[in-house]
């Protein structure tokens, strides 16, 4: 099954964006939802309670009209029987009342009505009767009383019945409230981790490739071009691992072609420095004739320049053969006392020279290691050169050699080159252990062509060890070269 493609920065951002989008759409509904319910509910209280309460109020009010004009009534009555206007008030009030009647009965409960009909029927009797008897009347009076209190306890009763129906109601209104916050908090809650996550996921498919990317372009940039491993994530990211895996293999085929350029350089310069070297060697030794003792300090510079160029020449010879992958020449049951001393013999002439000392602490005995003895007392050599070079007069330089055990329960052969220097710039530390770069550590000593550091880590690594540096400071600079204890037998093995 071919898989599947990633996508792009941009569409997963616009993905992202749409999620998000979609969540407070979410919000909005279920807050726009729930002020709808809430505003149904208050529409309903307004249409279908307040507005039969309008309608039993002027109800109420014909009804109360009627009432006033029959006590109205009673009293002019009183004071004047033969007076006729009480009438007219009782038949305007009664015919107001029944206009009333008309348009809001069917709005009004059954109640309030059977109250109501029975002003109309009071104002028709007090009608009906010529003059004003039946407002005289003992009993009349009595029944407008019983209809008052009929009246007022109907209206009240209803009063009640209408705020318990709306406190039903704004209890409903109210649940819908916190229903809708419920769901809002809820969704907001939501779409708050569903942001984090989406910006969390995005960041880390993001930056964890960028920064491993970033990782493997320092390493490039430090010389080892292995191939670059995969990442995951936006297809922007897929096409900068491709371009920054051409850029490897652009930088590996340079680099193979400098090593093959230094390679045929050396190859071609050893011949005539060997000429060269012998031929010093015949004239000192007066082959040629005598030598005068002018003629032997210049025979005995040119030669030591001559050994000098010798020893760059067959470190470029050693540093191409050792990046090729090509096998060392690895002798069995090798003393690693006698390969430091030979080195420290081949350095004690320029140590003398300075004032500087230098000394072997060795820690117990050391094991016999299988080793390329040459290449590992250059590499011995090359360390104690430098620190020679970087002490200051009259100090020493101090190579203990000892015996440690990993947390692998393998031995290793450990030697510390210890100078008495200014220390390692900070800023070249990072970079100490990198071909050709020569910088001067120590006043009026020019730096050499940065060859030295980076052979001796050649040297170690083709012998499955290291070279690292231990510490440096003003008090002086410690390297350590590590040489596994390795035999025949257990290479065989491996």
Not at 17 to 42: D, E, S
Not at 197 to 206: D, E, L, N, W
Not at 338 to 362: F, H, N, P, T, W
């Amino acid at each position: 099954m071919r898989a599947s493609r990633p996508l792009r920065l941009s569409t997963r951002l616009a993905i992202d964006n749409a999620v998000l989008g979609g969540l407070l759409f979410v919000l909005f509904a279920v807050m726009l939802l729930g002020l709808l319910r809430m505003h149904g509910m208050i529409s309903d209280i307004r249409d279908s309670r307040l507005s039969t309460v309008d309608a039993e109020e002027a109800l109420h009010r014909a009804a109360w009209g009627i009432e006033v004009a029959l006590r109205h009534g009673e009293g002019a009555c009183a004071d004047d029987p033969a007076n006729a206007s009480p009438m007219e008030k009782i038949g305007a009030a009664r015919e107001n009342f029944a206009t009333v009647f008309a348009s809001t009965a069917s709005q009004t409960p059954e109640s309030l009505r059977s109250v109501v009909e029975r002003y109309r029927a009071l104002a028709d009797r007090a009608l009906a009767d010529p003059g004003c008897a039946f407002l005289l009347a003992p009993g009349t009076e009595a029944q407008r009383l019983a209809l008052d209190e009929e009246l007022t306890n109907a209206w009240i009763d209803r009063l009640q019945e209408l705020h318990s129906d709306i406190d039903a109601r704004e209890d409903d209104a109210r649940r819908a409230g916190t229903v809708t916050a419920a769901l809002g908090i809820a969704v907001a809650f939501l779409a708050l981790v569903a942001a984090a996550f989406i910006a969390r996921t995005t960041a880390r498919s993001v930056a964890a490739p960028i920064a491993m990317l970033a990782k493997e372009a320092m390493r490039l940039g430090e010389g080892d071009f292995s191939p670059l491993p995969r990442v995951s994530g936006p297809t922007e990211i897929e096409e900068l691992r491709r371009d920054l895996d051409r850029l490897r293999e652009r930088l590996m085929e340079i680099d193979q072609l400098k090593q093959s350029f230094l390679a045929n350089v050396s190859h071609e310069l050893r011949s005539p420095l060997g000429r060269l070297r012998e031929a010093l060697s015949l004239v000192a030794d007066g082959t040629c004739g005598p030598v005068t003792p002018t003629q032997t300090r210049v025979l005995s510079l040119a030669s030591r320049a001559c050994e000098r160029e010798v020893r760059i020449v067959d470190a470029l010879l050693d540093m191409s053969r050792l990046r090729a992958g090509l096998p060392t020449k690895r002798e069995t049951a090798c003393d690693v006392d006698r390969v430091i001393a030979s080195a420290l013999s081949d350095e004690a002439l320029d140590a003398q020279e300075r004032g500087i000392k230098v000394e072997l602490v060795a820690d117990g005995t050391a094991p016999l290691l299988d080793i390329d003895s040459a290449l590992v007392e250059r590499a011995i050599a090359n360390l104690v050169r430098n620190a020679v070079s970087v002490s200051r007069p009259s100090t020493r330089v101090d190579v203990v050699r000892r015996v440690t055990g990993t947390e692998d329960g393998e031995r290793v052969v450990v030697i510390d080159v210890i100078d008495r220097g200014p220390g390692m710039p900070e800023a070249i530390r990072m970079q100490a252990f990198r071909p050709f770069l020569a910088v001067s550590v120590s006043a009026g000593r020019p730096g050499g062509i940065g060859l030295g550091l980076a052979f001796a880590r050649e040297v170690a690594r083709a012998h499955g060890g290291e070279l690292r540096l231990v510490s440096s400071s003003e008090e002086g600079t410690t390297m350590r070269l590590e040489l596994p204890v390795t035999t025949t037998r257990a290479r065989s093995a491996a």
